[in-house]
Structures are given as C-alpha cells and as structure tokens.
C-alpha cells in the first residue's frame, strides 16, 4: 500500500502557498519587516493590526481567532498568519510562515500622468498598480483644469488607498509609490535611464520598441493633451515621443495600454 510522505515536497509546499494566498484575505501591515533569509525564517511575535484593517477583518469579514489571512508590508514580504485575538481591543495575528519573494520587475518604471477629473485618476492608480509601476507622479500640465483640493494631502492619501486595495485585489506584494503632485518641467528633468513621451498619432510618435532599460520613465497627457512647450521641453530634456496606435485613446484608458507595451518591449 502506499503512504504519502510525511514530508511535504518543495513543490508541494508552494502549492500550498498559493492556495493559502488566493483563498486568505490579505491584510496590508505596513511595519512589518521583510525577512532576510525566506527559507530559514522562523515566526515572528505576534503583530497588531492597524486600525482600518483590524475594523475590516473584525466588523466586515468578521474573522475570529483562529482564521487564516496573509500580511503583505508593500515593500516585498508577505506572510502567512492566523489570528490570535479579534475584539474591540483591536485585532492581533501571529505570523507563521514568510512567502518566498516574488521575481524582481525587469525595470523599474515610473508613470507620470497628467492629473485628470474626477474618479479617472482612481482609475489609473488602480489599473497601474495592478500593472506592476514602481511609482506614480500626478503632474500639474498646461492642459490639466484640476481645483486644488484635488492635488492636496487628501488626494495623495486617497490614491494611496487606492494602490493599497488594487496590490490586495492582485497579489501584488510592493505597492507603488504616490508622490506628490509634481510640475512637468520637473517631471521631465529626473535622471532616469529611458524617458517615453505618448502622443497622439497625428504627432509622429514611433512605436513602442524592444529595449534594454533597467529604469523607464513614461509620460501619459491630460485629457487637452500636451502643449507645443511642453512637447518641446520633453523632446529638449531627451524625452523619446511614442504613439500607442492609430486611435485616439482616453485619457485614463492611455496608462494600460502604455504600460503593457513597455513591458513587452523590456522583456522582448
């Protein structure tokens, strides 16, 4: 008769792993640290919550002692982790198993987009995040008609939450980094390896093609699109124009599909 091994295989264990990730609710603990050796990591103390979390794993899911969720820091390290106390005295979880790292980005590419009206910026925050952008600069643009309070701390803080729930939604472990609405002439001048300007098909931009870039920098417009002093700003500041194809594309729909070619054109 056969036995099965007492023993997990590694194979097995990943398995496992995956099937803990997709069916456990994943809960963003910015503080906890990531671990240096995955393999030989034993648990860690137990590890409090933060409030909005603990509020959503005790009054909306309503998880008790003893369930399983998986912590992620945003940074790279996610663990397994069974909660040991749920109560109005907050939520605390002992952590028992480190996931082993996911695979390092190809490069490290950063969207600037145009700031845009209404929930549009939510959108590209969203669909970014899920596509794997290392940061996020909101710009201030000649054609960007924004009131104020939509570039302050609470829009910043807004679409972080927002970055926040689209890494739990995919499994995403690092989350993006929101920087503060910046000016595009600052934008345009970062030291960054490879600067991709999208332009609309009737400015000649080429098509996105294969590269060896360890660092993109990739510019998306407003809904007015850019000014001629800004297409000259970028082209003097080395900025390379692309076109994503014959159409016209919304502004929020632009990001994706950006996105997506330069990534093929990285890995390519």
């Known amino acids: 008769m056969c036995r099965a091994s007492a023993r997990e295989t590694p194979f097995e264990r990943s398995i496992a792993a995956r099937i803990r990730a997709v069916s456990a ?34 009054r909306v899911l309503r998880l008790k002692s003893g369930d399983a969720i998986v912590i992620f820091n945003g940074r790279g390290g996610a663990w397994d982790a069974e909660i040991v106390e749920s109560g109005k005295r907050g939520v605390t979880a002992k952590v028992t198993r480190a996931h082993p790292p996911h695979a390092t980005p190809p490069a490290r590419v950063t969207l600037a987009v145009g700031l845009l009206k209404g929930d549009a910026m939510d959108a590209v925050v969203r669909d ?22 939509a570039r302050g701390d609470e829009a910043i803080a807004r679409w972080t939450r927002v970055a926040v729930a689209s890494a739990k939604q995919c499994g995403r472990t690092a989350v993006p980094v929101i920087s503060d609405v910046a000016d595009f002439n600052e934008v345009i001048r970062r030291d960054i390896g490879t600067k991709l300007l999208c332009v609309e098909p009737a400015l000649g931009g080429v098509e996105v093609s294969a590269m060896a870039s360890d660092a993109v920098l990739l510019l998306i417009g407003p809904e007015g699109g850019w000014s001629d002093a800004e297409l000259t700003s970028a082209r003097a500041a080395g900025c390379h124009a692309i076109t994503l194809g014959p159409l016209t594309l919304r502004a929020e729909l632009a990001p994706v599909v950006a996105l997506t070619r330069v990534w093929a054109a990285i890995q390519t």
């Open 25 to 58: 609710p994943r809960v963003f603990v910015p503080d906890v640290p990531i671990a240096a050796d995955f393999k030989n990591s034993r648990p860690y103390e137990s590890v409090t919550l933060p409030d909005d979390e603990a509020h959503h794993i005790s």
């Open 128 to 149: 970014a995040t899920a596509l794997g952008a290392a940061e996020i600069i909101p710009m201030a643009t000649a054609h960007a008609v924004v009131p104020k309070r």
